[in-house]
Each structure stands twice: as C-alpha cells, then as structure tokens.
C-alpha cells in the first residue's frame, strides 16, 4: 500500500475523518514495523512533523495516550514501552480487510455460491417439487396453487402433497485455505518491501474468514529453509530471515494441514518472488541459489503433482517477473492445473481475495 502525505490543514484535532486517518497511517505502520509499536510511533512523529499533522495541541504523546485509552496498546511494565493488545492486533486485522477490499470492485467477490443447488440460505428464484424433508419456509405458495389448479380445475380447489412446490436454494460450501507466506531473503532484497503486503493479504484473509465465514477455516504456512505453521495472531510480527526458499517443505506441510481438516474443497495459495533453492535431503539441507537446480526442482514439483491427485489446486502469486520464476511456476500449475498470477505489490490483496471467492463457487475434484 502506498500512503500519499499532504500538509494538513484542519485545526479540529477531535475531526473523526483526522482520526481514522491517523489510525490507518499507525496500523500500516506498525505492519511494516513488525509489531514494534515504540518504532512505528517514532516514524509517525516523523511524518507528523513534515507533513503537519502533529503540533503543539496535538502531538505524538497525545496519540500514544488515545491509542492506550482505546485498548489498542499496553505498557509493558518496569518502563519497557509498550506492546500491542488483541484489540490492538483485530484493529490490524480489520485495517487491512479495509484497505483491500477499498480496491476490489463491488460484485460477486466474498460470495460463497456454489453451482449446485440444494441446501443453504439464498433462495433462488426457480422452484421444485417438495420432497419429505423440506422446509416449509422455502414453499412456493404461488407454484403450488398453480399445480393444484392444473391438476383438478379451479372449481373444486384442494392442494395434495404432489401439487407442493419448494424455492430451490444455494448450496453453501465450506474452504479450507492454507496461506503459504515466502519469508526467504529475497523478500526485502535490493530495498524493495514484499513482505509487508503478504502479511496484509494474510491479515484481511483472517479478518475476511472468522467474522463472515465462520465454517472456513484458515491456516498460515511460513517457508524458508524449513516450514513452519504460525498462529494467526502471530502475523503482524512476522519478520523475513537469512533463507533460501524451500517451497516443496512448505507444499508438504500445507499437505499436512488439509489432511486433517473436513471442509470439501481445500486449496493453496502461495505467495513468493523466487524460485525454489533448497530441499531437505537425507536429514540434511541441500542449497543452490544459481539457477534452477534440476533436484531441487524436480523434488518441488512432485509436490504439486501430489496435490493435484489430492484435489488440492494451488494458486501462485508472484511478486517478481524474473525469468526462471515464470519458468518455474509455469510448469508447477501446469502439473497442479492450478492457477498462476503475476502480481504487482499494488494488487496483491485484490488478486487473493477475488480469487478466493472464485474458489468457492464449486467443489474442487
């Protein structure tokens, strides 16, 4: 997300639209900042002072104190500054939900239909005959007359059980996703952050499917030289490390997870900039960061390969266009038939969410 400063030129510091901004501006930062609230508190008094949003009536004490009134912020104790709260990581959470969706055009995306009719909550406007079961909510009072009429003629009117017509509904089909993050070094490298928009989409994805989609389930998967789950809280405070990228422990573990889930339909989607160049073998991790080592390589896509046979389709983000990293998620979606995305830092967010919605809209086979 890129955030565009300008002089500030309302003196009304109890301004709700002021506020909020400022809050926005706090909540990325402290994304960037990996959690770190005094760090991300320093750098807004710094833009504050540029740009003129903090002053002698309103300054950056006076923010820190709204952030700990309002339960965002804690002190830590013994004068050791402060941390944030759950409070303080939902507002995150529903910080970036926001900003996401902000760019995503109003439609169908979020929506939970499946193609196929049967049991749910959205009621269709087509009908069918009753079967022992159904709702009487669902009848179709007008359907039903109808039939009653056809069958025996409107002088002597009596409604039987085959004349009873019932609304055809939605089915409503649950998702487990599995959110593999890339956090090899390459993320942060040449000065470019890729990593603050990948805890972004993560966050929105959480904040998206505990409140609206309580059924989903979500799990975040972080890769490097090794794999390792994370809870959800723990994303704001997630950091890139001095790793090689190890994509095939990570499709591996993803595995893992979904095996052990009951939803239907079960995906992947994974966001990274480079190619794979490492795998563990024999115990023992083996690395080549020149080039796309055919081991590594092969090992990498037998795993997409296993997902496949698995129902598991694997959608790709990609914030990088270089040439051995197209190559390399051309030939992983074409054994997984998967789904793959060249994805400007801009767009992350957007691209994820439409398509896990669109994911949503059948079973995966």
């Known amino acids: 997300m890129k955030l565009r400063y300008s002089d500030w030129s ?19 930062l402290l994304l960037q900042t990996s959690g770190d609230v005094e760090e991300a508190l320093r750098w807004m008094e710094t833009l504050g002072k540029e740009y003129g949003f903090f002053d002698d009536k309103f300054g950056v004490e006076d923010f820190k104190k709204l952030l700990e009134e309002s339960g965002m912020i804690k002190a830590k104790g013994q004068g050791q500054g402060y941390e944030v709260t759950s409070r303080g990581e939902r507002a995150i959470r529903k910080s970036a939900l926001n900003e996401i969706f ?6 169908p995306a979020g929506q939970h239909r499946s193609p196929q009719s049967g049991t749910g909550n959205e009621r269709l406007p087509e009908s069918r005959a009753y079967q022992f079961g159904d709702k009487l909510s669902d009848l179709d009072v007008l359907t039903s007359m109808q039939n009653a009429i056809k069958r025996g003629g409107g002088d002597d009117l009596t409604l039987q059980e085959e004349d009873l017509a019932v609304y055809e509904t939605e089915h409503l089909s649950s998702c487990a996703t599995v959110l593999l993050v890339d956090i090899s070094h390459s993320m942060i490298l040449y000065g470019e952050d890729r990593i603050t928009p990948a805890k972004r989409v993560a966050l929105a ?58 939803q239907p339909n079960k995906q992947i ?63 992983l979606t074409k054994i997984n038939r998967g789904r793959a995305y060249f994805s ?3 767009n992350l967010g957007q691209f994820v969410l439409v398509d896990y919605a669109r994911n949503r809209k059948r079973r995966t086979r």
């Open 344 to 346: 400007d830092l801009e």
């Open 10 to 28: 309302g003196d009304n510091r109890s301004n709700p639209d002021f506020l909020k901004a400022l809050f926005r501006i706090y909540n990325d």
């Open 102 to 107: 902000n760019s995503v055009d109003k439609g």
């Open 205 to 262: 994805l959480c904040e998206l499917i505990t409140t609206q989609y309580p059924k989903d389930s979500l799990h975040v998967v972080l890769f490097g030289d090794d794999a390792v789950e994370v809870p959800l809280r723990q994303l704001p405070y997630v950091t890139v490390g001095p790793y090689h990228t190890n994509t095939r422990a990570g499709l591996m573990m993803a595995q893992r997870i979904l095996a052990k889930v009951r």
């Open 269 to 331: 989607f994974m966001i990274t900039d480079g190619k794979p160049s490492c795998i563990f073998e024999e115990g023992r991790l083996y690395k080549n960061a020149f080039g796309l080592d055919p081991k590594i390589v092969n090992k990498t896509l037998e795993q997409a390969a296993l997902c496949r046979r698995k129902g598991i389709e694997i959608s790709t983000f990609m914030l990088a266009e270089h040439h051995e990293l197209v190559g390399f998620v051309d030939k």
